[in-house]
């Protein structure tokens, strides 16, 4: 930036007498680059300097301090914005109306003054208008206001309906865990899950979701989260187009303290670059024209003033919106632009472009942000009134408080046991920790969530565990742990009777090879390229092979001149 008698050089001599005239200098020259060296002298004099700020209105006062804490300079957008506008005169019209008299913003009234200036920079190699004060003027300006400026939101009284999530974040994801473990699920090509594996899963989740209509997973954008999240924290793998947990990093998830499970959820999101809020806000249309938002720069912005309010009191959700307009209004958009960003309203179809728009798409996201992550990693908790289906407050909770660095972590709840009853059921409380509820759904079905997840062991689960190579006295032994061993008798003899089955019928997928003549099955089984691949005979012209091996063993005989021809496969 440039120095005061620099800015001064190029103003034309109206402009030159106004602003000596707004700080009571007399010019003695007639000359503009006599005048301006004459006037850069003046306006750098400490009296002076202190004389005028001591003159400024509050709100010049305002804009000043908020270009000193900016590092001596704004984008001319941005400060327009906060501080008005600076109109433009030509040399006979500004002698004429002598707005310095009456400026119209208190960007003018320190323009007059001398203080600011204007100039163009580069920013990404674009010529971009800044605002700011000469350099060798800064040193002579009193200091600004230390720390932030006042955040100031509305304390208000317990509302009569209270949603606080807690820990069900955690608890929702072992079920998710614990449901790709059991079941064979096949995401899109998104990785996304299917129709059929969300309307399974949907009920077994503490948290509620609308399912009507669902379509995709992106409708429920809850359980979206959690599975991005799983992603993110490498507990899920794609092993052969199918999503299973990963043994070790879900495992060491699973057996960690519920306090550390939650914040590895919290910070997870936090820290994410790829979850773009903005970009599923249902009443927002974003088009991509190739304009990008920084989902984490808006994160961080929103939990930093979020970290400036206090704990366990009641927080008007409207009020702390409008007192992020106030003092971050750009929380989103740090080059201050509100027309790149193509945005449409998505019942109106009207494009939300501009800053007086901010309500409708700043402001929704941020009660985005309240309402919907920060209350489903219990950050927050949500207050609402009877006839009301939005929140109209929030309070911080103890995690949230711990997650902010505003408190210690709060102690974690004491592990209770399972109650197993003799009708087989499973009764589980939510202490039990996670990963012995994780490996009671892999030898049970689930049947309920709620204030307690309750399972039952059935044939069919035992049938899935014993293949696993996981023996009967090893479930039993689980069993008695898991609930402090209280195992009801009839249970056990129940689980043991069902084992001494186990394998008596057997059922496997192979492909079955036929020939015509025994002595082609015969050379089959003696050749080294097609002999692996026959594991069992079945006849003297007939054999098994495993279900994945037949297109390579089709490779194999094609080689070898043979024709096979291939049947419902």
């Not at 050089?9 to 007639?30: F, K, P, W």
Request: glycine residues 6%; neutral net charge; hydrophobic residues 45%.
């Amino acid at each position: 930036m440039k120095t005061i008698k620099q800015c001064l050089i190029d103003y034309d001599m109206a402009l030159l007498r106004a602003i000596a005239q707004r700080r009571g200098v007399e010019l003695s020259s007639n000359r503009q680059r006599e005048t301006a060296a004459q006037l850069a002298a003046a306006l750098l004099d400490p009296e002076s300097v202190a004389e005028a700020v001591a003159w400024l209105s509050p709100a010049e006062r305002e804009a000043l301090d908020a270009l000193l804490m900016a590092g001596g300079r704004m984008q001319a957008a941005l400060f327009t914005r906060r501080f008005g506008e600076i109109r433009a005169f030509g040399p006979g019209r500004l002698e004429r109306e002598e707005p310095w008299r009456q400026p119209i913003s208190p960007a003018e009234g320190l323009w007059y003054r001398g203080l600011i200036a204007r100039a163009f920079d580069m920013v990404d190699e674009q010529a971009t208008e800044f605002v700011f004060i000469p350099t060798d003027l800064r040193s002579l300006l009193p200091a600004p206001p230390a720390g932030p400026p006042p955040f100031v939101v509305e304390v208000v009284s317990p509302p009569p309906i209270v949603r606080e999530d807690g820990l069900a974040a955690a608890q929702d994801l072992c079920t998710f865990l614990a449901y790709l473990r059991n079941q064979s699920v096949v995401p899109l090509r998104d990785r996304s899950l299917k129709r059929e594996d969300l309307a399974r899963l949907g009920p077994r989740l503490l948290v509620a979701e609308d399912w009507a209509g669902v379509q995709r997973e992106r409708d429920v954008t809850r359980l979206a989260l959690l599975h991005h999240l799983a992603q993110r924290l490498g507990l899920i793998q794609l092993v052969k187009g199918r999503l299973q947990p990963n043994p070790a990093t879900a495992r060491g998830w699973l057996r960690s303290a519920p306090g550390r499970q939650l914040l590895a959820l919290q910070e997870a999101w936090r820290d994410d670059d790829r979850w773009n809020e903005l970009w599923r806000l249902p009443a927002l249309h974003c088009e991509d024209t190739g304009w990008r938002n920084d989902p984490h720069l808006a994160r961080k912005r929103v939990l930093g003033h979020l970290a400036r309010c206090p704990v366990e009191e009641w927080l008007s959700l409207e009020s702390f919106i409008a007192a992020v307009k106030r003092a971050d209004p750009d929380f989103q958009r740090p080059d201050g632009d509100y027309r790149s960003w193509y945005i449409r309203d998505a019942a109106s179809g009207e494009y939300l472009m501009g800053f007086e728009h901010w309500d409708q798409v700043e402001g929704a996201l941020i009660a985005h942000l309240i309402s919907g992550p920060l209350c489903w990693l219990g950050v927050v908790a949500l207050g609402y009134d009877e006839t009301e289906t939005r929140p109209r407050c929030f309070r911080i909770t103890p995690h949230g408080a711990a997650f902010l660095a505003l408190a210690s972590p709060p102690p974690d709840p004491e592990p209770e046991p399972v109650i197993i009853t003799s009708d087989l059921k499973v009764r589980v409380p939510p202490t039990t920790p996670l990963y012995d509820r994780f490996q009671l759904a892999r030898i049970s079905e689930w049947e309920a969530s709620g204030e307690e997840f309750v399972y039952r062991l059935t044939p069919a689960a035992l049938a899935r565990t014993l293949s696993e190579k996981v023996s009967v006295e090893q479930v039993l032994a689980f069993l008695e742990r898991v609930s402090d061993r209280r195992v009801p008798p009839g249970v056990s003899v129940a689980l043991r009777g069902w084992a001494e089955k186990f394998g008596a019928v057997r059922l496997r997928r192979a492909v079955v090879l036929q020939v015509r003549k025994e002595i082609t099955l015969q050379e089959l089984r003696t050749l080294p390229q097609t002999a692996p691949y026959l594991v069992e005979i079945l006849s003297p012209r007939a054999a098994l092979v495993k279900e994945e091996d037949w297109p390579r063993l089709v490779e194999e005989l094609e080689k070898l001149g043979y024709l096979p021809q291939v049947e419902g496969l």
